[in-house]
């Protein structure tokens, strides 16, 4: 086919043509109108072109006949170009499908940027080096705007139950979850870190704003290269006040429900979870309740067993007091294919702020919520109250207590029964979205080793 050489001018004698977003172009059914987009797919045939054309709000299907193909541009139309297009917006004829059940008759158009031939950004690798184009694809698209819903489904949850949002600072002097995973840096000539988690600030807000949770990126220098571990990834943390172990439970599993509920109603994320998850459905409540001990007999009973830190060492059997590792957690966990609380761990592995059961002072009111596929999801717990059990644990973890005399000070005027949890948002979404790793769920992947783009 010769290109013949026109630059196509649009025809200003045709009626006004309203600039509309592609995801709201429904109503606009039967008129002329104007979009901007980018070449998502490109189908050439003989005296015609489609094009699927996407503007991060839905798709389209565009049709060029005619002089809208032979123009100079033409010879330039790739996939992930950047257009102008007008024209009439149609039902789909009878028996054929396309986006949203209408197509653009196109009657001018225009090149506004070029892109090399070969980009192939909708065939989704999963490229981490080239996730700058790799987000044009359908699926990371898909991804992160239900991420997008389930972070304001969150919010809106919060809202419902009287719990505040709160930003507390990402640059901090204390730790919360262990030194060992801290990213140190020179703050004005002190040593300060990359924060971990904001629960200590959040049980600050208890005696003055109420029940309160925050959405925040947490930052874990720890050399885990799993599917499911992140350097930097967020996490969205909740503190209650008033409370007891039984709340806090049934509060996570409330929570966890009613955010599944509002996304699988949202018309756009509610498609795509079943899209990307077919197999997907709802949690029931009440969520199985295991306890340490018994998870610890399971583990035993099928087989799965204990490997010491030094892998030179030969696996046995897990004995009280062990840490469940990822790989067994997550084979007892698909095992019993069901939202698992795994509740009263031992406390020496639990953070120095976690308190201890009445009567069984080895053991800790600590829960984590396992979910098929991916294992933790949430961890959690009721903390300390009291002053001198607090100055115990910094001793129990070689920490310094003079940092903490703001925590300290949460129990000295007017203490509380309190207690609250952190959601792994990348962990969330693996699961909501049966993704095989938490490293497709971020927009740009941070762990160890891999900082760019
Ligand atoms: O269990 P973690 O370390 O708990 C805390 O940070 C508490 N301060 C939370 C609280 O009680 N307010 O982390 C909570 C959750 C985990 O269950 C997991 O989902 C996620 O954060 N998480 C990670 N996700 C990705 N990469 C990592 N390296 C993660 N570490 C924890």
Known sequence: EEAVKVVLEEDPTKPQAEKVKIGHLESHRETRVRVFGWVHRLRPQSQMTYITLRDGSGYLQVVLKGDLVKNIDALDLVTECSIEVTGDLKHVPEGKTAPGGHELIADWWRMIGKAPTGVDAYASLFNDHLRHLDLRAETPAAIMKVRATVLSAFRAVYGRHTIMEVTPPCIVQ??????????????????????????????????????????????????????????????????????????????????????????????????????????????????????????????????????????????????????????????????????????????????????????????????????????????????????????????RDNMADAPYYWYMDQRKYGTSEHGGYGIGVERFLAWLLNRWTVRECQLYGRWPGHAAP
């Not at 007999?297 to 030179?312: K, Y």
């Open 174 to 395: 204390t730790s919360a979850e262990g030194g060992a995973s801290l990213f140190k840096f020179d703050y004005y000539g002190q040593e300060a870190y990359l924060t971990q988690s904001g629960q200590l600030y959040l049980e600050t807000c208890l005696p003055s704003l109420g029940d309160v949770f925050c959405v925040q990126e947490s930052f874990r220098a720890e050399n885990s290269h799993t599917r499911r571990h992140l350097a930097e990834y967020t996490l969205l943390e909740t503190e209650l006040a008033f409370i007891d172990f039984r709340d806090l439970l049934d509060h996570i599993e409330t929570v966890i429900c009613e955010v599944v509920d509002i996304v699988l109603a949202d018309s756009t994320a509610g498609k795509l979870v079943q899209e990307l998850n077919p197999a997907f459905q709802a949690p029931t409540r009440p969520f199985k309740r295991l306890d340490y001990k018994d998870a610890i007999s399971f583990l035993n009973e099928h087989g799965i067993m204990f490997q010491e830190d030094d892998p030179a060492l030969p696996v046995r059997p897990h004995r009280i007091g062990d840490d469940i590792a990822e790989a067994a957690e997550r084979k007892m966990t698909d095992m019993m294919g069901v939202p698992i609380f795994l509740m009263n761990f031992p406390r020496a592995l639990k953070a120095f702020y976690t308190k201890k059961i009445t009567g069984h002072e080895d053991f800790a009111e600590s829960v984590d919520l396992l979910m098929p596929n991916v294992g933790e999801i949430v961890g959690g717990s009721m903390r300390l109250t009291d002053v001198d059990e607090l100055v115990e644990g910094y001793k």
